[in-house]
């Protein structure tokens, strides 16, 4: 075994709760109306590019993406288009989506549906990129930024090493867990896929060790490899986020306001990389997901893999139903996960997981006054300090919120989690980069 | 469904970490000092400390709730803290109404004035002390001698860092005062007089590893004392003997390892960047030699860390913890 | 010893004679050469430092109207015309009058209106529930009720109704310096102007959705429908995004529109109680002032009950919000002073009739 990497700085161990670890990937079918929003990425929203009452089949283009920070949107789902209508997603708002009801399941027969292994890549580097693009692939940890404009290297700068992500450092999700497990050979062609994309001869996934099968399974699978190791790393959160996880594994610190590729490093979860060998081998878009449901209540945690659309409710049912003591249900894990207000939303690009909360754990305990036990700076993996960021958000001092780097935050949640006197310091922060964001997009106007 | 989903920002998890288990910790930690003083002083030193809790926990929910008008939160366990740790820097004869009047300068001036706990910006329980000493100098500095557990009177006499003081007012060489001295052994064992809590070094130290096991503090703040106090006496040591006592004297004698592991690292009163508690650490073990060697009290620690802990504010606004990312563009 | 006394006096005369000629050096030297004006204006100024005019205090503002060629631009609306006419008058300059202004909430969202449909948990402000999701109802458009804009009220003109969840605005205190139109992250609140005796007819709703799911978020949505646009003498009234909006500077306050909506979303407040009370809506007669005897009475005895009405009001208002003793008298006594001017100035035609 390899000696354990890990970030130098902050981070905090919350208990692991990888309680559908052992439950093999099922698939989900989904059927009635779906709804499918055309935002499921950062950037750009895309613009839709069917009519009220046509028929689509599975793959089809729903929505264009539009600019280059912009995502294609695919059908998940054949079926008649019934309209398109604002309805609520994970975004807490409603936001356009095209509402589809489900008939059949005819695939455009352009997709290779077939389970074979296809490891030879014949497409070019720019063929990938635009198959990728085509695709609408976008990171699938749950940041949802879109691939293609990671895998094109900007002019001037050089990416040398390629990190695969597979620390899943959040509490519950197994969904990355399982597709390393389940999915490991075409997932290697996918690390092959996006390497001659980059250009980089190297490659390293990256695994936490709580995950020892993971690591010894890839392990064997990339012995044959060149170029592609295997890192496994201590367990420690936020060591999945991208600028924690290149500092592990290479050391090198990703400037502040600056890109991975500026160290050389690109960073692809392991979600997208097998959706990057389904698009470039198999030509089909992304349409599916692997999504963890579980909660210490839930009967039967589980891992599906379901079409992008489906409503979480019948995740639930599907994983023993919705339990009498749930008190909050959460897109994705504990640290960083959205809490929802309601079921009908469905299963977008970014959704790694439902997290079904039990009532007694639901809710936030009184804030109490600040000790200034420094836990929070203690914890920081970004040499923020929280509370003072806290502060000036209550007091609305945003500039110098700016001056101390609110904006470095990755919203990891950790110092919020150590807080012993329960101070929503996250909340505050996020206001800080609210505001400081509205301040510098002020100034960016103003300048032009 | 009938029951309405939670919803908030995430994080949605929540360690296990709170203010009363801390306290509490902190309560435990000093457990074993406490169990050394009884062994050293007697009764006395069983039954002042809890009579210090008792008026401090009394006065902070008196406080809060008729001059204050907020809801009294001592729950918290920091009067509980600060009750103690005022105990333990008092000799044990110590006559209770001087003690309730210390107590009260405590929490009602060090910490309650300033709108309690989070807010304060010396360590109240130093307040109280600084205030007792400076008003009742006979009766805080007739320190008991140790002299076991079933002594019922007990002798008084100085502290080590008073025989020294004298001693040296008077125009002693150290050298000659070292008879009179206790010897280090018997200082690291607690067996020397002092108020009661600051005497058995190892109990203190045994405290501190608990502290430090439990993450309740950090190593930064205690070190840095301890470290800069050895260094800068040592270095006086080897330059002039004759005139300076030896380093490791310094680090055993008086209240410094209370000060230094739970005085220092007090949360409220402390820095909040370990770089800024490295700078609060050496000004403490700096300003401890310096009052101890040239000032009018023998005892310098107190004073060091309330100096110190005026800066506190100051450090924190210009040292600041090391950003990540903040590196000059590597390749 | 007299030695003693006399070097030390002698020593502290000189060492005070020293410190005097470099203290004066000093002064010249770096003497600020500032405009006597602008600490005229600020005398002026209400000193409410509530930054209403668009700068971070009073301070600031005096600069800005001393430096400025015309008053065009600058307006206190704490002060008003009142004390922009002063500071015109120190400065020479011609003040711009504007007209009077007063914030209204544009949501009726309360408790009973808007079903909730999930419940939020974290820090209490609206900013970060609004950015978090559409709150705890459905509605994205609706009142958050965490209060916001009663933080940012320096006039004690805004407060949170406990039974409604919703804020309501005490017309007396505000001054329209619009630190709550500021403050508030779904802009329900407007500055509209100022009506005699504080009446104001308003859309309260800023829904942009179709009828049919406004109406799922909440009983009192707009819905849209143009009966009050269609309804409307004055065209006031203007429709958009399946919302109707009352241009507050072209309403005559006719009160046409309130009784054609059919979901109660325009309010009409501090109107005299109308001829035919069954024309009322009842959310409207709510917040009207309730019907009162004497028909026959004319308009001056009206007014006087809704004073009166108001004074009551009023006292109920600050009781239970606990508004320090002291305030609530001086503010009660000003208060009274006017009325009893207005109730004068009011009896006066009937003496002329009279004689």
């Given at each position: 075994?390899q000696?354990?990497?890990t970030?130098?700085?902050?981070?905090?161990?919350?208990?692991?709760h990888?309680l559908?670890?052992g439950?093999?990937?099922?698939?989900?079918?989904?059927s009635g109306?779906?709804?499918?929003?055309?935002?499921?990425h950062?950037?750009a929203p895309?613009?839709p590019v069917?009519?009220?009452g046509e028929?689509?089949k599975?793959?089809q283009?729903l929505?264009?993406?539009t600019g280059f920070?912009?995502a294609n949107?695919h059908?998940?789902v054949s079926?008649k288009v019934f309209?398109?209508?604002?309805?609520?997603d994970?975004s807490?708002?409603?936001r356009?989506s095209?509402?589809i009801?489900i008939?059949?399941?005819?695939?455009?027969?352009?997709?290779d549906?077939?389970?074979?292994?296809?490891?030879?890549?014949t497409a070019?580097?720019?063929e990938i990129i635009?198959k990728?693009?085509?695709?609408?692939?976008?990171?699938m940890g749950?940041?949802?930024?879109p691939?293609?404009?990671k895998?094109?290297?900007?002019?001037?700068k050089?990416a040398?090493?390629l990190?695969i992500?597979?620390v899943?450092c959040?509490?519950?999700?197994?969904a990355?867990?399982?597709?390393m497990?389940e999915?490991?050979e075409?997932?290697v062609?996918?690390?092959?896929?996006l390497?001659?994309?980059?250009?980089v001869t190297?490659?390293v996934?990256?695994?936490?060790?709580?995950k020892?099968?993971?690591?010894?399974?890839?392990?064997k699978?990339?012995?044959?490899e060149?170029g592609?190791?295997?890192q496994p790393l201590k367990?420690k959160?936020?060591?999945?986020?991208e600028?924690q996880?290149?500092?592990?594994?290479t050391?090198r610190e990703?400037?502040?306001g600056g890109?991975p590729?500026?160290?050389g490093?690109v960073v692809?979860?392991v979600g997208?990389t097998?959706?990057?060998y389904?698009a470039v081998?198999?030509?089909k878009?992304?349409?599916?997901?692997?999504?963890t449901?579980t909660g210490?209540s839930?009967?039967k945690?589980s891992?599906f893999?379901?079409r992008?659309?489906?409503?979480?409710s019948?995740?639930i049912d599907a994983?023993g139903?919705l339990?009498e003591?749930?008190?909050?249900v959460?897109?994705?894990?504990?640290?960083?996960?959205k809490a929802?207000?309601k079921?009908?939303?469905?299963?977008?690009?970014?959704?790694s997981g439902?997290?079904?909360i039990?009532?007694?754990?639901a809710?936030?305990a009184p804030?109490?006054?600040?000790?200034?036990?420094?836990?929070?700076?203690s914890v920081c993996?970004?040499?923020l300090e929280?509370?003072?960021l806290?502060?000036l958000?209550?007091y609305e001092?945003?500039?110098?919120?700016q001056n101390?780097?609110v904006?470095?935050c990755?919203?990891c949640?950790s110092?919020?989690?150590?807080?012993p006197?329960?101070?929503p310091?996250?909340?505050?922060?996020r206001?800080?980069k609210?505001?400081v964001?509205?301040?510098i997009?002020?100034a960016?106007q103003?300048?032009? | 469904m009938?029951?309405?989903?939670?919803?908030s920002m995430?994080?949605h998890?929540h360690?296990?970490?709170?203010?009363p288990?801390?306290?509490?910790?902190?309560v435990i930690?000093?457990?074993?000092a406490w169990a050394?003083s009884?062994?050293?002083f007697g009764?006395?030193a069983?039954?002042?400390?809890v009579l210090?809790?008792l008026?401090?926990v009394?006065?902070?929910?008196?406080?809060?709730k008729y001059l204050l008008?907020?809801?009294p939160s001592?729950?918290?366990?920091s009067?509980?803290?600060t009750g103690l740790?005022?105990?333990f820097?008092?000799?044990?004869?110590i006559?209770v109404?001087?003690?309730?009047?210390?107590t009260?300068v405590?929490?009602?001036?060090g910490?309650m004035?300033?709108?309690g706990?989070?807010?304060?910006?010396?360590n109240?329980a130093?307040v109280g002390?600084v205030f007792l000493?400076?008003s009742?100098?006979?009766?805080?500095?007739?320190?008991?001698?140790?002299?076991g557990?079933?002594t019922?009177?007990a002798?008084t006499g100085?502290?080590?860092?008073?025989?020294l003081?004298?001693?040296?007012?008077q125009?002693?060489h150290?050298?000659?005062?070292?008879?009179?001295l206790?010897?280090n052994?018997?200082m690291?064992m607690g067996h020397?007089?002092g108020?009661?809590?600051?005497?058995?070094?190892v109990?203190?130290?045994?405290?501190?590893?608990?502290?430090?096991?439990?993450?309740?503090i950090t190593w930064?703040i205690?070190?840095?004392i301890?470290?800069?106090v050895f260094?800068f006496s040592g270095l006086?040591w080897?330059?002039n003997?004759?005139?300076n006592a030896?380093?490791v004297f310094h680090?055993?004698?008086?209240?410094?390892?209370?000060?230094?592991i739970?005085?220092?690292?007090?949360y409220?009163?402390?820095?909040?960047?370990?770089?800024?508690?490295?700078?609060?650490?050496v000004?403490?073990?700096?300003l401890t030699?310096?009052?101890?060697?040239w000032?009018?009290?023998?005892?310098?620690?107190?004073?060091?860390i309330?100096i110190m802990?005026?800066?506190v504010?100051?450090?924190?606004?210009?040292?600041k913890?090391k950003r990540?990312?903040?590196?000059?563009?590597?390749? | 010893?007299s030695?003693i006394?006399?070097y030390?006096v002698?020593?502290?005369t000189?060492?005070g004679?020293?410190a005097?000629?470099i203290?004066?050096f000093?002064a010249?030297?770096f003497?600020?050469?500032e405009d006597?004006r602008?600490d005229?204006?600020?005398?002026?100024?209400?000193?409410?430092?509530?930054?209403g005019?668009?700068?971070?205090g009073c301070?600031?503002f005096?600069e800005?109207?001393?430096k400025?060629?015309s008053?065009?631009?600058l307006f206190c609306p704490v002060?008003g015309?009142e004390v922009?006419a002063?500071?015109?008058?120190?400065?020479?300059?011609?003040a711009?009058?504007?007209?009077?202004?007063?914030a209204v909430?544009?949501?009726?969202g309360s408790?009973?209106?808007?079903p909730?449909?999930?419940?939020?948990?974290?820090?209490?402000?609206?900013a970060i529930e609004?950015?978090?999701?559409?709150?705890d109802?459905?509605?994205?458009y609706g009142?958050?009720?965490?209060?916001d804009?009663v933080a940012?009220c320096?006039f004690?003109a805004l407060f949170?109704?406990?039974?409604?969840?919703?804020?309501?605005?005490?017309?007396?205190n505000?001054?329209a310096?619009g630190?709550?139109?500021e403050?508030c992250?779904r802009?329900i609140?407007?500055l509209?102007?100022?009506?005699?005796?504080?009446?104001?007819?308003?859309?309260?709703?800023?829904n942009?959705e179709?009828?049919?799911?406004?109406r799922?978020?909440?009983?009192?949505?707009?819905?849209?429908?143009?009966?009050?646009f269609?309804?409307?003498p004055?065209?006031a009234?203007?429709?958009?995004?399946?919302?109707a909006?009352?241009?507050?500077d072209?309403?005559?306050?006719?009160?046409?529109?309130?009784v054609?909506c059919p979901?109660?979303s325009?309010?009409e407040?501090?109107?005299?109680?109308?001829k035919?009370?069954k024309?009322?809506?009842?959310?409207a007669?709510?917040?009207?002032?309730p019907?009162?005897q004497?028909k026959?009475?004319p308009?001056v005895a009206?007014a006087?009950e809704?004073?009166?009405?108001?004074?009551?009001?009023?006292?109920?208002?600050?009781k239970?919000?606990?508004?320090?003793?002291e305030?609530?008298a001086?503010?009660k006594?000003?208060g009274?002073e006017?009325e009893?001017k207005?109730?004068a100035?009011?009896?006066?035609?009937?003496?002329?009739?009279?004689s």
């Open positions: 075994m000696k354990l990497k970030f130098p700085k902050g981070g905090v161990h919350p208990p692991e990888k559908s670890a439950s093999p990937i099922e698939t989900l079918p989904v109306r779906v709804a499918i929003p055309v935002v499921q950062l950037g895309a613009e069917v009519q009220r028929e689509v599975v793959g283009l929505a264009k993406g920070v912009s949107v059908a998940p079926g309209r398109i209508d604002k309805k609520f994970a807490g708002y409603k356009t095209v509402i009801d008939n059949g399941d005819d695939w455009d027969p352009e997709i549906r077939s389970t074979t292994l296809r490891k030879e890549i070019s580097r720019e635009e990728v693009q085509a695709a609408g692939i976008v990171g749950g940041a949802t930024f691939t293609h404009v895998l094109n290297v900007p002019r001037g050089k040398d090493i990190i992500n597979g899943e959040e509490p519950f999700l197994t990355d867990h399982r597709l497990l999915r490991g075409e997932l062609v996918g690390i092959r896929i390497m001659k994309a980059l250009a190297t490659a996934i990256g695994i936490e060790n709580n020892p099968d993971a690591i010894d399974h890839l392990t699978l990339t012995a044959d060149p592609i190791t295997v367990v959160y936020p060591q999945g986020g600028k996880l290149i500092k592990a594994i050391g990703v400037p502040s890109l590729v500026d160290v490093a692809h979860n997208t097998l959706a990057a389904e081998q198999k030509n878009p992304l349409i599916e997901r692997i999504v449901v210490k839930v009967a945690p891992n893999l379901v992008i659309g489906t409503p979480i019948a995740l994983a139903g339990p003591d749930t008190g909050k959460v897109l994705g894990g504990p640290m960083m996960g929802v207000s079921l009908d939303i469905p299963v977008t690009k970014g959704t439902v997290l079904i039990p009532d007694n754990e809710h936030r804030v109490e006054p600040c000790i200034r036990c420094a836990k929070c700076v993996p970004m040499g929280p509370y003072l806290m502060d958000g209550v001092k945003f500039e110098r919120a101390e780097r904006m470095d990755i919203e949640g110092c919020s989690y150590i807080c006197a329960d101070r310091l996250l909340d505050y922060i206001l800080d609210l505001r964001g509205e301040m997009r002020k960016r103003a300048a032009k | 009938d029951k309405l989903l939670t919803v995430s994080p998890a360690g296990r970490d709170t203010t288990k801390l306290m509490l910790g902190v930690a000093l457990l074993p050394a009884v062994w050293f009764w006395g069983l039954y002042v400390p210090s809790v008026f401090s009394i006065f902070e929910y008196l406080i809060a008008k907020k809801e001592i729950r918290d366990g009067a509980v803290v740790l005022l105990a820097t008092l000799p044990v004869n006559p109404w001087i003690l309730a009047i210390g009260l405590a929490i009602g001036v910490k004035s300033f709108g706990l989070g807010t304060n910006p010396f109240p130093l002390r000493f400076i009742f100098p006979v009766q805080m500095t007739s320190w008991p001698l140790p002299k557990f079933a019922a009177d002798v100085a502290t080590p860092l008073g025989l003081k004298e001693g040296m007012r125009g002693e150290v050298a000659n005062m070292v008879r009179e206790p010897t052994y018997d690291f020397m007089g108020s009661m809590g600051e005497v058995a070094a109990a203190l130290l045994l405290g501190f590893l608990y502290l430090l096991w439990r993450r309740i930064h205690p070190v840095t301890l470290t800069t260094l006086m080897l330059i003997p004759a005139d030896s380093p680090l055993l004698s008086g209240g410094l390892m209370l000060g230094a739970f005085m220092a690292t007090d409220v009163t402390s820095p909040m960047t370990p770089q800024g508690m490295v700078w609060y650490g000004g403490i073990g700096l030699v310096i009052i101890r060697r000032g009018a009290y023998p005892e310098g620690v107190q004073f060091a309330l802990n005026a800066f504010p100051l450090i924190n606004m210009y040292v913890p990540f990312g903040e590196v000059k563009k590597n390749g | 010893m030695d006394v006399l030390t002698i020593s502290l000189l060492l004679i020293l005097a000629v203290l004066y000093v010249q030297k003497k600020v050469v006597p602008i005229a204006v600020e005398e002026v100024l209400p000193h409410a430092n509530c930054g005019c668009g700068y971070p301070r600031p005096a800005a109207c001393v400025a060629d008053l065009d631009d002060g015309n922009m002063k500071v015109a008058e120190i400065l020479g300059l011609e711009v009058e504007a007209e009077p202004r007063v909430i544009r949501c009726q408790y009973e209106h808007r909730r449909t999930s419940r939020y948990e974290g820090a209490s402000t609206c609004h950015a978090l999701y559409t709150g109802t459905d509605c994205p009142c958050l009720g965490l209060g804009c940012a320096d004690e949170m109704d406990e039974k409604t969840g919703l804020p309501y605005v005490i017309d007396e505000c001054v310096c630190a709550c139109v403050a992250p802009d609140i407007e509209r102007k100022r009506n005699k005796r504080d009446r104001k007819i308003f859309v309260s709703c800023i942009e179709k009828g049919g799911v406004a799922q978020y909440c009983k009192v949505a707009c819905i849209g429908c143009s009966k009050c269609q309804v409307c004055f065209d009234i203007t429709m958009g995004n399946n919302l909006f009352i241009d507050s072209a309403c005559k306050l006719c009160r046409k529109c309130v054609v979901t109660d325009i309010l407040i501090n109107f005299p109680p109308r035919e009370p024309e009322v809506k009842p959310a007669a709510k917040k009207a002032v019907p009162k004497e026959a009475a308009a009206a006087k809704t004073v009166a009405v108001k004074e009551k009001e009023q006292e109920k208002e600050k239970a919000e606990n508004i320090p003793a305030e609530k001086s503010e006594d000003a009274g006017d009893k207005k109730e100035g009011g009896s006066s035609p009937e003496e002329k009739k009279g």
